[in-house]
């Protein structure tokens, strides 16, 4: 079965620095990978998804993803951090099983951001 | 547009007492998905809406829980009796068809059983 997996529930960087969120999946079937971030008392919102295509893709706000089927990871960055990025981010892989389908979250990573 | 909408906001309740949430997706999506976020923890799943049949059930943790959806349009999901480890914020999205498109959320339903 589809799954993922967030290495590190909390992250914390300096304002201007790199930001690296790892997600891992295990999928016997050709994945499709989202990113969703969640603001503080807010709903969850997509950042990007990888469907099929190009293995790089780019979100809103920055951020962008690059699918490696090697090694089984989509991990989400962005070259410069904001105070604004602030947040907890949640990956996702696609689950068919049985006829139906539905999306299984990782544990979510909380992004600090550091003045 | 009008984005997903859930209500209550919050609800407090006691422990066996009934509640009822609500979820208003966006108009023309035939997908609604519901989820449960326990603090500190991922999305887990429980539901799944296309139209108003369900052909995923699987994450409703017992037989406490149900969900119904009116047409294409408003869900509620029911929890009888509730338990203290019901708390949790209940989140609904939608989507305009498939799983796979990008699914809009609501801002959740933070219940708090006493």
Same mark, same amino acid.
């Given at each position: 079965?589809?799954?993922? $997996? ?9 304002? =201007?620095?790199l ?21 503080p008392? %807010? ?8 469907? $099929?295509?190009? $293995? ?5 706000? =920055?951020?962008e ?6 090694? $089984? ?17 949640f ?5 068919? %099983? ?5 999306l ?8 600090t951001?550091?003045? | 547009?009008? @984005? ?7 609800k ?17 999506? /035939? ?5 449960r976020?326990?603090?500190g ?17 699987s ?5 406490r829980?149900?969900?119904?959806? /009116? @047409?294409?349009?408003v ?6 009796r509730t ?13 305009p /068809?498939?799983?796979w ?6 801002p ?7």
């Amino acid at each position: 079965a589809q799954s993922v $997996t967030q290495l590190g529930s909390h992250v914390s960087v300096s304002e =201007g620095a790199l930001v690296l969120l790892r997600c891992n999946y295990s999928s016997s079937v050709p994945p499709y990978l989202f990113w969703y971030v969640q603001y503080p008392n %807010q709903g969850l919102q997509l950042l990007l998804k990888y469907t $099929t295509g190009a $293995t790089l893709v780019k979100g809103i706000n =920055g951020f962008e993803a690059e699918f490696k089927k090697s090694e $089984t990871s989509f991990h989400l960055t962005k070259p410069s951090a904001h105070m604004s990025d602030a947040a907890e981010y949640f990956c996702a892989v696609r689950r068919s %099983q049985g006829g139906s389908e539905k999306l299984v979250f990782g544990k979510g990573t909380k992004l600090t951001v550091n003045p | 547009g009008a @984005g997903v909408s859930q209500s209550p906001s919050n609800k407090v309740t006691e422990k066996g007492k009934d509640v009822e949430l609500r979820c208003d997706p966006i108009s023309g999506h /035939t997908a609604l998905y519901w989820y449960r976020q326990r603090l500190g923890q991922g999305l887990e799943f429980l539901i799944y809406f296309q139209g108003n049949s369900a052909p995923d059930k699987s994450g409703l943790p017992s037989d406490r829980f149900s969900a119904e959806r /009116t @047409g294409e349009s408003v869900s509620t999901l029911t929890i009888q009796r509730t338990q203290q480890e019901d708390s949790a914020v209940y989140l609904c999205a939608s989507s305009p /068809t498939r799983v796979w498109e990008t699914q809009y959320f609501g801002p959740g339903t933070r219940l708090l059983v006493l």
